[in-house]
């Protein structure tokens, strides 16, 4: 299964962002890695201002080119703003609705219990991280997965009024996507009209 695999806290001080979730060594080094990284007052170009924010989109949410590219080609054969419809597909994903529904405190761990059968969608156990859902179907936690500690754990405290498209059942451990979200809905800190200008040139 393809993912990245390489040093996050170096991809984080890249962008200046937490993209993966909380960083010590962002909190510690808030500038770019790599010998400069402190010094460096290089002026970017605009190409790189765009290609930079495609990256960040995907590193966020775990999405390789080839994959990204496909995402975007079906968001820009829809009707609608394409920018938006892009986040939109993005945030149906399966790991990142089992990530916003506090079921896992990262998309990293969020596809790792996905990947392992922990999850089901409509009470059946769906283990492909890239899985789009659809609004009205419930998201949950497999039965003999609901005691792991690292659901209790995420779930601890868990603010699920957060994210206004996303309903959520404690007795039985579940939530369903009411609609897609809205952009301002969205959290992630992401210009997704660079990213079509620079798939439109």
């Known amino acids: 299964m393809a993912r990245y695999t ?3 806290s170096r991809i984080a001080r890249k962008f200046g962002e937490a993209i993966f ?3 010590k060594v962002l909190a510690k080094r808030n500038y770019p890695p790599g010998q400069h ?3 460096r007052r290089k002026k970017t170009s605009e190409y790189g201002v765009m290609l930079a924010e495609k990256q960040k989109a995907k590193y966020t949410y775990g999405v390789l080119e080839k ?5 975007f080609e079906k968001a820009a054969s829809a009707n609608g703003i394409t920018g938006e419809i892009l986040l939109q597909n993005l945030e149906a994903r399966l790991d990142n609705v089992v990530f916003r529904l506090g079921i896992a405190p990262t998309r990293a761990a969020a ?3 996905v ?3 922990h999850i089901v969608v409509d009470g059946k156990v769906v283990n492909i991280p ?3 859902v659809k609004p009205g179907q419930i998201v949950g936690v497999r039965e003999k997965a609901k005691s792991l500690e690292v659901i209790s754990n995420a779930l601890a405290g868990f603010n699920h009024s957060k994210y206004p498209w996303l309903e959520w059942d404690e007795t039985v451990k579940a939530g369903k996507l009411l609609h897609l979200p809205e952009r301002a809905d969205i959290p992630e800190n992401i210009k997704e009209q660079l990213i079509v200008e620079l798939y439109s040139k």
Do not use: A
């Open 6 to 8: 390489g040093p996050k």
């Open 21 to 23: 979730g909380p960083d």
């Open 37 to 39: 990284g402190n010094n």
């Open 67 to 71: 994959q990204f590219r496909n995402m």
């Open 111 to 113: 596809r790792q219990l």
């Open 115 to 117: 990947s392992h059968r």
């Open 130 to 132: 890239s899985y789009s």
